[in-house]
Each structure stands twice: as C-alpha cells, then as structure tokens.
C-alpha cells in the first residue's frame, strides 16, 4: 500500500543522472529495458525514473545505485536496428528511491516525489548573486522559470557525472548555489590552464 506521493516505477540506472527540465537521449537494447519498454509504451503516459550508478556497469545489472533520481518521460522514439531503439526523454521532478524492488524483468523501485527547493524570488538572498545573477538574466536562461534556472544552466555545461548528482541532490536553495559555484570556479579553473601563455 502506498501514499500519494510514493510510487512503484520502472527504474533505468545510468552512468550520469538526468536534470529536471533536461532532454536525454538514450539507447534501449538491452533484453531487461526492451521488456520495460514494451510495457511503458502500453501506457498512456509512458514515465520511468532515471538514478546515477555509482558502481558497476549500465549493462547486466550487479551495478550500485543513488538514491535521488530523477522520474522522466518519453518525448520521442525511434527504432534504429532491430531490436534497439532511441529514445529521448525530458527530467520532470526530483524522486527518493525509498526501497529497490526485484529486478525481474527489469528494475523497478519504490519511489517517492522529493520537491526542488522553493526559490521565494529573485531578490531572495539564497537566489541572487554577482556570477549566477548575471547568469541567470543571460538571453538562454532569462525566460526560464527560477526554481528551473540552476537545472538548466548545469545541463548546458560541461559538467561531470558526479558534479550533477551533487546539484540534483542538494536540499536547499543555498546548497545548490553552493553546487553551482563551485562547479563555475571549477570550469574557470579549466579555461586558464587551457589558454596558451600569452607575450
């Protein structure tokens, strides 16, 4: 028996976490994933949820798994070879893996909806900031509701799979500021040491 906010749903562990608000395209062929394919699609809203693997491999399972992931729904599908399909999907909210179920067919958890931080406006101290303010009135993310912003900035950067689930993760406005700036230093850091000394 399950609460409104707590669901089971079919689980696709990967290698990097999906964002609220961000397209991911993915490619199905494995036998366990084209079986929770061919279920999700005899749904009206075909939904999964996304989590990072922290160990292991994306293909035969025996992988370790986070616990905050993302659920997703499909945008789009193709079948590319026989057998295996692309698909793309779009993160919608936060979820909390609350227990792993059996695997067979396919991964499957108990889940429950986890709510972004509230973002009270943009004048809000946690929210504002000389380097994301500036970002965030920037023309890609000026339309962008705020509470999505941090999400969609992360997936238009070269950002790492760990540095990602660190953003998706954090419980608080402040701490995904946090995230951010220290990914922002980070990717400063980077683009010094690449530029050639100059005379």
Same mark, same amino acid.
């Given at each position: 028996?399950?609460?409104?906010?707590?669901?089971?749903?079919?689980?696709?562990?990967?290698?990097?976490?999906?964002?609220?608000?961000?397209?991911?395209?993915?490619?199905?062929?494995?036998?366990?994933?084209?079986?929770?394919?061919?279920?999700?699609?005899?749904?009206?809203?075909?939904?999964?949820?996304?989590?990072?693997?922290?160990?292991?491999?994306?293909?035969?399972?025996?992988?370790?798994?986070?616990?905050?992931?993302?659920?997703?729904?499909?945008?789009?599908?193709?079948?590319? %070879? =026989?057998?295996?399909? $692309?698909?793309?999907?779009?993160?919608?909210?936060?979820? /909390?893996?609350? *227990?792993?179920? @059996?695997? &067979?067919?396919?991964?499957?958890?108990?889940?429950?909806?986890?709510? %972004? =931080?509230?973002?009270? $406006?943009?004048?809000?101290?946690?929210?504002?900031?000389? /380097?994301?303010? *500036?970002?965030? @009135?920037? &023309?890609?993310?000026?339309?962008?509701?705020?509470?999505?912003?941090?999400?969609?900035?992360?997936?238009?950067?070269?950002?790492?799979?760990?540095?990602?689930?660190?953003?998706?993760?954090?419980?608080?406005?402040?701490?995904?500021?946090?995230?951010?700036?220290?990914?922002?230093?980070?990717?400063?850091?980077?683009?010094?040491?690449?530029?050639?000394?100059?005379?």
């Amino acid at each position: 028996m399950t609460d409104a906010s707590t669901s089971s749903i079919a689980m696709f562990p990967l290698g990097r976490p999906c964002l609220p608000g961000e397209l991911l395209p993915l490619r199905i062929f494995e036998p366990r994933y084209l079986s929770m394919l061919r279920d999700l699609l005899a749904t009206p809203d075909p939904q999964f949820g996304v989590v990072l693997i922290d160990r292991g491999s994306e293909v035969g399972g025996g992988d370790v798994r986070r616990s905050i992931g993302t659920s997703v729904a499909v945008v789009s599908i193709e079948e590319v %070879a =026989p057998n295996q399909f $692309g698909l793309v999907v779009i993160g919608r909210e936060r979820i /909390r893996v609350l *227990q792993w179920l @059996d695997d &067979d067919p396919y991964p499957r958890a108990l889940v429950e909806d986890w709510p %972004a =931080p509230i973002y009270i $406006g943009a004048d809000d101290p946690d929210s504002s900031g000389d /380097r994301l303010g *500036q970002l965030f @009135d920037s &023309d890609s993310l000026k339309h962008v509701p705020l509470e999505q912003k941090l999400f969609t900035l992360a997936s238009m950067l070269p950002i790492g799979a760990l540095d990602l689930q660190s953003l998706l993760e954090a419980d608080s406005v402040r701490a995904q500021r946090s995230v951010m700036e220290e990914i922002l230093h980070h990717l400063e850091d980077l683009a010094r040491f690449d530029d050639p000394p100059t005379e």
